[in-house]
C-alpha cells in the first residue's frame, strides 16, 4: 500500500525524523490501525512505516530502505537492541532492551528485570506483531516470565489499555541491584514499567555529592537520596505506595538517618526551614506539550526559588526535566532567573542526560526526552 506525503514531511523524513503527522498526508487508501506501508513523495519510495489513520502521528517509519517485515527483521532488531547493552550487565540486573523508535521498533519498550521482562506494546503497528515478538524474546533471552504493562498512551492508537501476563509466571516484587545499592520494585503495580531505569547513572553522578544533609525531592523509591547516603535525608514524595517502597530501600541499603514525608512538593516547600548541602529536584512531566509549557515554567521556578532558599552555600542542587518540552536551556535559564532572586551565583557542575538504555539519536531530537543540570551554589 502507497501513502503519499507532503514535502514538509519528506524533508523531515529525508534528515530521517520517522514520524508523519495526519496533516502531512497527502492521500492514502483504506487502512487498518497498524498496516505496513509505503511512504511515497512524487512517486519516489521514502520509507516503510506503521501506518494508523486513527492517530495523530499517522505514520512511523520502521525502516528507510525496502525491507521484508517479518520474523527475521525483529529478530535482528531485537539481537542488535540486546547486543547495544551488553556493558550495562556489569553494574545492574535491570535496563531497558528496548526503546522504541530509538531501536528502530516503533512503539516496543522492553525492560529487563533479572529473567523477568516487561514490555509495553504502544502503537497499532507494534501490537500487530506482539505473539511473534514475545516468541522472539522467548528464544533469545528465556525469561522466566514476561509481562505485559498497558501505558495510556495506546489509547492514541485505537488500542485498549491491558496489563497482562503474556508468557511465564511474573512476581510482583523485584530486587534491583544497581552498583552497590539495591532497590525494591513492584514490576506489577509500580509506576512506568517499575523502576526509573533512566537515572540509573544520574543517581550514581549526584550521589558523589551527597555529604551532611540531602533533600530528595519527588523521590519515588529514593534513588537519589540513597545513592546520596548522607548524614540525614529527607525525601518528599506525594505516593503512599512509593513512599513505602523509599522506606523498604532505606532498609536495603542500610541508610539510617531518613525521614520520608508524604506531601506535595509544592506545599512541602512553603513550610520547609531545614537547610541542606545537597537537592535533588525530579518533578514528573509538567508540561507533556509546548502549549503546557508556560505554566510548566511558572512550577518549575517556583521549585527552584524555595529549593534555593534551603541550599547552604557550597551546596549543590540537581534539576532534572522528563519532558523535551522543557530542555536543559530552561533548566539553565530557570536557575539564572531564580540565583538573581537568591542572590547566588550557580556553576554548572555536571550536564546530564538518560541513560544509555535510553538511546537518544540524533536524527529523532525528541528521544532526548531526560535532561538535568547539576549546579553549585556559590
Ligand atoms: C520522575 S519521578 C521521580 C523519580 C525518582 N527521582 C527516581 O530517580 O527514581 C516523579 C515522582 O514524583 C511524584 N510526584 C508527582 N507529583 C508530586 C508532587 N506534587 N509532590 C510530591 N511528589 C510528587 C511521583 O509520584 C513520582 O514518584
Known amino acids: 500500500m502507497r501513502v503519499e506525503i507532503d514535502k514538509n514531511a519528506y524533508e523531515k523524513l529525508k534528515k530521517r525524523f520517522p514520524w508523519v503527522y495526519k ?20 512517486d519516489e519510495y521514502v520509507a516503510t512505516a506503521f501506518f494508523n489513520p486513527l492517530s495523530k502521528i499517522s505514520a512511523r517509519v520502521i525502516s528507510f530502505e525496502r525491507v521484508d517485515i517479518n520474523k527475521n527483521f525483529f529478530e535482528e532488531r531485537i539481537k542488535k537492541a540486546i547486543e547495544k ?16 523508535e530509538a531501536d528502530f521498533l516503533p512503539g516496543l519498550i522492553v525492560d529487563k528485570y533479572g529473567e523477568y521482562l516487561v514490555t509495553s506494546f504502544n502503537t497499532a ?17 528465556n525469561p522466566k516470565g514476561i509481562y505485559e504493562k498497558g501505558d495510556k498512551i495506546r489509547e492514541k492508537e485505537g488500542l485498549e489499555v491491558i496489563s497482562q501476563k503474556l508468557y511465564g509466571e511474573i512476581e510482583d516484587e523485584f530486587i534491583i541491584i544497581e552498583n552497590d545499592k539495591k532497590f525494591l520494585t513492584n514490576l506489577i503495580t509500580g509506576q512506568k514499567t517499575g523502576f526509573f531505569l533512566d537515572q540509573r547513572k544520574n543517581r550514581k553522578i549526584v550521589g558523589e555529592y551527597g555529604n551532611k544533609k540531602t533533600l530528595d525531592l519527588f523521590a519515588n523509591a529514593g534513588g537519589f537520596g540513597i545513592y546520596a547516603n548522607a548524614s540525614y535525608t529527607k525525601f518528599v514524595e506525594i505516593s503512599a505506595s512509593a513512599c513505602s517502597l523509599i522506606e523498604k530501600n532505606c532498609e536495603l541499603n542500610n541508610l539510617k538517618n531518613y525521614e520520608i514525608v508524604r506531601a506535595d512538593v509544592f506545599k512541602f516547600l512553603e513550610k ?15 508540561a507533556k506539550n509546548k502549549n503546557a509549557k508556560k505554566n510548566a515554567l511558572k512550577g518549575w521556578k517556583y521549585l527552584i526559588v524555595n529549593s534555593l532558599k534551603l541550599l547552604e552555600k557550597g551546596g549543590y542542587l540537581a534539576l532534572f526535566s ?35 538504555d535510553h538511546p537518544y539519536m540524533i536524527n529523532i531530537p525528541n528521544s532526548l526526552y531526560l535532561t538535568g543540570v547539576l549546579l553549585r551554589k556559590n
Request: hydrophobic share 40%.
Open 322 to 356: 522528563c519532558s523535551h518540552s522543557i530542555n536543559q536551556k530552561d533548566l539553565l535559564d530557570l536557575a539564572l532567573s531564580s540565583s538573581i532572586i537568591d542572590n547566588s551565583y550557580l556553576e554548572v557542575i555536571e550536564f546530564l542526560k538518560q541513560d544509555v
Open 272 to 286: 520547609e526551614k531545614d537547610t541542606y548541602d545537597l537537592i535533588i529536584i525530579d518533578p514528573p512531566a509538567f
Open 23 to 42: 496533516n502531512e498526508i497527502l492521500n492514502a487508501p483504506k487502512c487498518n490501525p497498524g498496516d505496513i506501508v509505503d511512504l511515497v513523495y512524487k
Open 125 to 141: 503497528g507494534i501490537d500487530n506483531f506482539k505473539g511473534l515478538i514475545v516468541e522472539i524474546l522467548i528464544d533469545l533471552l
Open 85 to 100: 547493552r551488553k556493558a550495562l550487565e556489569k553494574i545492574t540486573n535491570s535496563y531497558r532492551l528496548i526503546h522504541s
